[in-house]
């Protein structure tokens, strides 16, 4: 059997060296005597490790509104009627292009998006401070600095997991 530090594990799995103590701290993957089991950890892994969905997903590409051209011969003498149309005609095809992406779900209105990030940082403000009522009790009770330490690092952990789980909807 074959056993490997944090950083050689994280090699093996293609993932950072933090992951791999995240996922120790997290209780996600079982340690012993500072060594990994990587074929156990692989199975620990695979089952105790939620995938982040925006994790290799491709970015959106940017919209090519410098493909709406007109040729230089097709355009207009400067300050002419002509050339004003010509404007007016290549800005709404650069507006219609932004709309049907926004209608594809590319891109959201600034609105929606300040709302969403207003309501995660209120929700990630409430689950943190409630994290010193749920613990207070327990650790009055603890006068060992590392079992403390360890238990709000886990109630922290368990805190962000719950916040990366957020849906804009749900607030």
Request: with cysteine.
């Amino acid at each position: 059997m074959v056993y490997m530090n944090q950083a050689e594990y994280a090699r093996h799995r293609g993932c950072s060296a933090m992951a791999v103590s995240k996922a120790v701290k997290a209780g996600r993957i079982s340690i012993r005597d500072g060594q990994i089991d990587p074929a156990v950890a692989d199975q620990e892994w695979a089952r105790n490790t939620r995938v982040n969905p925006n994790e290799h997903q491709k970015k959106p590409e940017k919209p090519n509104l410098g493909a709406i051209r007109v040729d230089s011969e097709e355009q207009a003498p400067p300050g002419s009627m002509a050339q004003a149309q010509l404007l007016h005609e290549t800005a709404k095809a650069r507006k219609a292009v932004l709309e049907a992406e926004r209608m594809e779900g590319k891109y959201a209105e600034l609105s929606q998006v300040k709302r969403a990030a207003g309501a995660l940082v209120s929700a990630a403000k409430m689950r943190l401070r409630a994290i010193g009522n749920k613990l207070a009790p327990e650790l009055a009770m603890d006068s060992n600095p590392a079992a403390i330490q360890a238990k709000v690092e886990a109630e922290i952990d368990e805190a962000l997991a719950e916040l990366a789980r957020w849906e804009p909807d749900a607030a």
